[in-house]
Nanobody
Framework: QVQLVESGGGSVQAGGSLKLSCAAS????????MYWYRQAPGKERELVAS???????SYADSVKGRFTISQNNEKNTLYLQMNSLKSEDTAEYYC?????????????????????WGQGTQVTVSS
């Protein structure tokens, strides 16, 4: 069974930093990519950053240059380093994993509805 557990959220003043972690367990060898999403009250869920199996990363325009996604494969942990935080970064942050069982060599696109999700961690940035 796949399990994702986020941690590291909290309250910080604008301009500050936080580092989120997401510990993954189960079928991690079948992982095609990992993602950080966020959702603020009354807003749509937003893809913040992604890291694919081959290490390629991508970011939402709103966080480019401020956030960095990374992973420690030995620890099966995903990270999101968030610097220069703004009040508009306030949201519940979720990690998600694109785990293919059975493994299909990552053919086809990421399908969030078929992914595995953590329970979320709250980030609050005060101005």
């Amino acid at each position: 069974q796949v399990q994702l557990v986020e941690s590291g959220g909290g309250s910080v003043q604008a301009g500050g930093s936080l580092k989120l972690s997401c510990a993954a367990s189960g079928y991690t060898d079948s992982n095609c990519g990992m993602y950080w999403y966020r959702q603020a009250p009354g807003k749509e869920r937003e893809l913040v950053a992604s890291i694919r199996r081959d290490g390629r990363t991508s970011y939402a325009d709103s966080v480019k240059g401020r956030f960095t996604i990374s992973q420690n494969n030995e620890k099966n942990t995903l990270y999101l380093q968030m610097n220069s935080l703004k009040s508009e970064d306030t949201a519940e942050y979720y990690c998600a994993a694109d785990i293919r069982v059975p493994y299909d060599y990552c053919s086809g696109p990421w399908r969030p509805d078929f992914g595995y999700w953590g329970q979320g961690t709250q980030v609050t940035v005060s101005s």
